[in-house]
């Protein structure tokens, strides 16, 4: 959350690069402290980097999302997404044969065996599906349909992270009482209830049923992610705790990267299909601006203006109100099924 205000505080006085060289120097920053003040490893033995698990996961993932993201503008039958989408399988595919064969593997799939691994992994997976997803078009919506600035944007976003900090310490101790299964299932209805909040009140319902969902969603976060991170952490022996953490951020990373790229490409399929109609009349040039996104199409409208210019702001906005809609719902899908999924891992867990 404070990257968020820290973005539009600088967006605020400067160019969308600021937020990317100020993000640049605090990484070095850290490095720099790390290096000179974070202890040695306590594993004695020294682990050589898995230069090919680590190529192959890169092919892997990068070629999908490629895929996943050209699909709406280029076709979902064109060649370059099709190839993307093979290339990406083979990738993937071959890093878990590759993990499988090697001594020292990058990431040892065969701790995905143990349920309880297994199902915090996907609740983490869903969940930052679902939030990224909702980050990469809310603000969007917040700049965009209810003419926020960054910096309000941002602060807007507030009520999340309140949410997330008032349950949070309850998720532990409730867990324990009532099962990790019902925590975390708690928490990923409150997420579906917070997405399916705005999905059906962002046509036209301001602020407040905004915030409403936010906190839903900050909530949702504290009951799913904490019992789902201890079931990943408290299943693996002491010795594997590093594993359990590095595992804990990387199923969140690549949460965060299909989130905006799943969630990104169903609104701009939708909003792509929508503005159809409203982009006849228009040149060639012009057309595609407005079909590449809504702040194209208002510029596009400001430049024809009168009656037709507003027609065509009227219609960008409602493609993508439509758009984000439909993004909404695909990031329920993905978290119930991903509740589903853990819930019966560790229910099959409880019988054995």
């Given at each position: 959350m404070l990257a968020v205000l820290k973005a539009g505080g600088l967006l605020e006085a400067y160019t969308w690069r600021s937020v990317f060289a100020a993000n640049a120097g605090l990484a070095t920053l850290a490095l720099v402290v790390a290096a000179l003040l974070a202890p040695a490893s306590k594993n004695a033995e020294s682990v050589r980097l898995d230069a090919m698990g680590a190529l192959l996961s890169v092919v892997g993932v990068g070629a999908l999302v490629f895929g996943i993201?050209?699909?709406?503008?280029?076709?979902?039958?064109?060649?370059?997404v099709r190839t993307g989408f093979a290339l990406g399988a083979t990738g993937l595919a071959a890093f878990i044969g590759w993990q499988l064969r090697s001594a020292r593997p990058l990431l040892d799939v065969r701790v995905f065996r143990i349920r309880g691994v297994a199902a915090g992994s996907i609740v983490i997976l869903a969940e930052s599906i679902a939030m990224f997803g909702?980050?990469?078009?809310?603000?969007?919506?917040?700049?965009?349909i209810l003419d926020y600035?960054?910096?309000?944007?941002?602060?807007?976003?507030?009520?999340?992270?309140?949410?997330?900090?008032?349950?949070s310490p309850a998720a532990p101790?409730?867990?324990?009482?009532?099962g990790t299964r019902a925590v975390m299932g708690l928490g990923m209805a409150l997420i579906a209830a917070g997405l399916g909040l705005l999905a059906t009140t962002v046509d036209g319902g301001g602020i407040w049923p905004f915030l409403g969902s936010t906190t839903l969603l900050g909530a949702g976060i504290a009951f799913a992610a904490t019992p789902a991170t201890e079931a990943i952490v408290a299943t693996l022996p002491a010795e594997k705790r590093g594993v359990a953490s590095a595992l804990n951020d990387l199923t969140?990373?690549?949460?965060?990267?299909?989130?905006?790229?799943?969630?990104?490409?169903v609104f701009n399929t939708t909003y792509r299909s929508d503005t159809g109609d409203a982009v006849h009349d228009l040149s060639p040039e012009a057309a595609e601006a407005t079909r590449g996104s809504l702040t194209g199409a208002l510029r596009t409208a400001a430049e024809l203006g009168g009656r037709p210019g507003a027609r065509l702001a009227d219609a960008a906005r409602e493609a993508f109100d439509s758009g984000m809609a439909n993004a909404l719902l695909g990031g329920i899908a993905v978290v119930v099924l991903g509740a589903l999924a853990a819930v019966a891992l560790l229910s099959h867990r409880g019988r054995s």
């Open positions: 993201v050209e699909g709406p503008e280029s076709g979902w039958s064109d060649g370059a909702f980050f990469f078009l809310g603000l969007q919506y917040l700049q965009q600035s960054p910096m309000r944007s941002g602060l807007a976003l507030v009520a999340m992270a309140a949410g997330a900090m008032v349950f101790s409730l867990a324990r009482r009532c969140r990373e690549l949460g965060g990267v299909l989130g905006i790229a799943v969630l990104g490409s």
